[in-house]
């Protein structure tokens, strides 16, 4: 269970924590860099200018934003799809325990299953196209079941009974109280399901050697031993989910702020 965000945050805390990381990237490629040189051979390590060189021929390409775009349209659409139906079976387990004790055993199963296996199964049932959504979905549903049903959980009885009191109707009580108090959690469950949602999609695409997929262009990085490759790509990877989750964040924020004015 992740934490709940404390939200934006102060900008001068976020721009002096900024240092500190900066550093540590700076550190590692020098680490990377001399390990490269004393492995002498491209084909095991790569050093990181030579990766840099690989991207940069890359960027030009009309088939290196066409692979983006493949890849990026089935993660964003795996994780929305895992936002809406974690944030829904979360309320469906709140109002009653039945539904809660079915939800929250489907979740374990699906949390325990290697995504291998769900990789694999879906390969037999579905077409490969589409194999990287239902698995990005499937491993960031349970986090966000897992982070919304808390928040949930810990709704102050007293402030809704309030509300009832004085007369709040259904849609406001949601909308000044339940959904302010949610979204920290869904915050954390954003922080986390990106991540999953990138590794668990690009995994599928690698398995299912999807066409015009980053998977398709790590496998064949693979076959070719082209480490410039795989490092350039996994570069995309990582960075296409940076930009994924603050952009998310960004309208998570936003969208607690003007909760946070409604409410008050």
Known sequence: MTQP??????????????????????????????????????????TPARVVVT??????????WATIVHSLVRVVLGFLLAFVFG??????ASTSRWAAALTATTMRLIRSIPVVSFIILLLIWADATW???????????PVIYANTEEGFSTRDAKILDMALVFGFTPARRWWAITAPGLMPY????TRVGFGLA?????SAE??????????????????????????????????????????????LRRGQAALGRYAA
């Open 87 to 92: 944030l829904s079976l979360a309320w469906l």
């Open 55 to 64: 991207l940069v021929g890359l960027l030009p390409t009309a088939s290196f």
């Open 186 to 189: 869904l915050i954390a469950a």
């Open 5 to 46: 965000s404390d939200g934006a945050g102060d900008p001068h805390r976020r721009v002096t924590g900024l240092v500190p990381t900066l550093v540590a990237i700076v550190i590692l490629l020098a680490v990377w860099q001399v390990a490269a040189m004393l492995v002498g051979h491209d084909i095991i390590l790569v």
């Open 131 to 141: 194999v990287g959504l239902w698995v990005s979905f499937l491993m960031v549903l």
């Open 198 to 202: 990138w590794k668990a999609g690009v």
């Open 206 to 251: 690698v398995i299912g050697m999807t066409r015009g997929s980053i998977g398709e262009r790590l496998y064949q990085a693979k076959i070719f031993l082209s480490t410039a490759d795989l490092f350039a790509w996994t570069a995309v990877i990582v960075a296409a989910s940076y930009l994924c989750e603050i952009l998310a964040l960004w309208g």
